[in-house]
């Protein structure tokens, strides 16, 4: 059983910077993943990144907004972005896929429960 805990969220003014993380509880295999949902939208993808070699995909909304990241020797992945806008302002969560995962939900096994963010005008 993997058990995941996103920290770092928070209010943040518009033009900040936010890293979050997320650390895995139990092992880590397949890849994971950031969504974001904000209030009345569906929850939308991010970004993804495997535990083994690192390699990531990116929605294309994102468009180097965002960096996804993570460090093995800390069963943690991270997602930082630059130029907080009030629109990043959402819950994201993180998740992981014991297979493959891409951008839909569906493809992880394990959610965590979510952070809030929210970005200041």
């Known amino acids: 059983q993997v058990q995941l805990e996103e920290l770092g969220g928070g209010l943040v003014q518009a033009g900040g910077s936010l890293r979050l993380s997320c650390a895995a509880s139990?092992?880590?295999?397949?890849?994971m993943g950031w969504f974001r949902q904000a209030l009345g939208n569906e929850r939308g993808f991010v970004a993804v990144?495997?535990?083994?070699?690192?390699?990531?995909v990116y929605a294309g909304y994102v468009k180097g907004q965002f960096t996804i990241s993570r460090d093995n020797a800390k069963n943690s992945a991270y997602l930082q972005k630059n130029n907080q806008k009030p629109e990043d302002t959402a819950i994201y969560s993180c998740a992981e896929g014991v297979g493959y995962s891409g951008s839909w939900a569906e493809d992880y096994d394990y959610w965590g429960q979510g952070t809030q963010v929210t970005v200041s005008s």
């Open positions: 139990g092992r880590t295999i397949g890849s």
């Open positions: 990144i495997k535990w083994s070699g690192g390699s990531s």
